[in-house]
């Protein structure tokens, strides 16, 4: 028994050896990349399709350059520390036209850039929410206050909806706001009234407004 006490106590030791080497041996790069998947695995671990497809695609640290943005939205935002830029395609509330920006997150804000406009600024200390569907599509909602500063909630498709969710919600530090929702979820158009969107499994993958007048996501 005292052997089998030793044997285990010994196995434990040596495995925590192991870790803290392991730890140390780790480059400051990797390390960012565990604490990112951790939270990446917190949010969506058994709720969104495409998880564990994404385990092994690292994430990159962004996927444009700051110098890749106008110099007038640089100007706009200066003082602040760009930490994540990424092409998007945000779809207006009303018409649900499908429009090529960018997504740019610094310390503090959310700006989805058109060029050289900035169309929209979310601080993070009034972000509402962060909504995903379950299924395979790249829709993010971003939920914001109502108040005369924003127009309504932003509805963006990312490419690299894993990254990039996980990205906001770190830098917002809002990890508990990230919803993965069934079938629909609801939006602020602007001016009181709101929009729906549903989800649905296709052939083919397409955004498109319905007879309803609502966003479907196939």
């Known amino acids: ?18 870790v803290r080497k392991y730890c140390r041996g780790l480059t400051a790069e990797r390390k960012v990349q565990l604490q990112q998947k951790v939270v990446t ?46 092409p998007v395609i945000k779809y207006d509330r009303n018409g649900f036209k499908a429009r090529e920006r960018l997504l740019v997150l610094t310390q503090s804000s959310a700006y989805v850039v058109e060029m050289a406009k900035i169309k929209q600024k979310i601080e993070y200390s009034t972000l509402k929410g962060i909504s995903t569907s379950n299924l395979s599509d790249g829709i993010v909602v971003i939920h ?50 709101e929009g729906t969107m549903v989800f649905s499994v296709g052939p083919e993958p397409q955004v498109f407004k319905d007879k309803t007048g609502q966003l479907t996501v196939v």
Do not use: W
Request: with cysteine.
């Open 144 to 193: 914001v206050p109502e108040d005369n500063k924003q127009k309504g909630d932003v509805i963006l498709q990312c490419e690299h909806i894993f990254e990039t969710v996980t990205k906001l919600c770190i830098l917002a530090n809002k990890q508990s706001l990230v919803k993965v929702v069934k079938g629909s979820l609801r939006f602020r158009v602007g001016s009181g009234k």
């Open 1 to 18: 028994g005292f052997l089998m006490q030793t044997s285990e106590m010994l196995q434990k030791i040596c495995t925590r050896n192991l």
């Open 41 to 86: 695995s917190a949010v969506f671990s058994g709720k969104k399709e495409g998880y564990l497809e994404s385990l092994s695609q690292p994430f990159l640290e962004t996927r444009l350059k700051e110098n890749d943005l106008n110099p007038k939205v640089l100007q706009l935002i200066r003082g602040e520390n760009i930490k994540y830029v990424t």
